[in-house]
Nanobody
């Protein structure tokens, strides 16, 4: 069974920095994509940033130039470095991974339990 475990959330002042980390564990053939989504109160979950197996990254317009997504050296971790955070970044952040159980598998989406990020002014 695959699990995604996040860490690094918390309270940060506006303009400050915070790094989120997520580690995948369990039976996996390959992790094709990892990344982060977030959901603010009363809003739909939105993609923040993703990184594909070959390193291609995609960012939400609202975080471009401020957030950086990267994969760890072992390949089963993903980081989100958040800088110059704003009040609108306050949300629950969810780790995401598209994981194949075997070579021909189309892949399954997995989610972490979420970690709260609160930006204070």
């Amino acid at each position: 069974q695959v699990q995604l475990v996040e860490s690094g959330g918390g309270l940060v002042q506006s303009g400050g920095s915070l790094t989120l980390s997520c580690q995948a564990s369990g039976d996996m053939y390959n992790i094709d994509m990892m990344g982060w989504y977030r959901q603010a109160p009363g809003k739909q979950r939105e993609r923040v940033a993703t990184i594909a197996i070959l390193g291609e990254t995609r960012y939400a317009d609202s975080v471009k130039g401020r957030f950086t997504v990267s994969r760890g050296t072992t390949g089963n971790t993903v980081l989100l470095q958040m800088t110059d955070v704003k009040s609108e970044d306050t949300a629950v952040y969810f780790c995401y991974a598209l994981i194949r159980a075997y070579m021909q598998d189309a892949g399954t989406n997995y989610w972490g339990q979420g970690t709260q990020v609160t930006v204070s002014s």
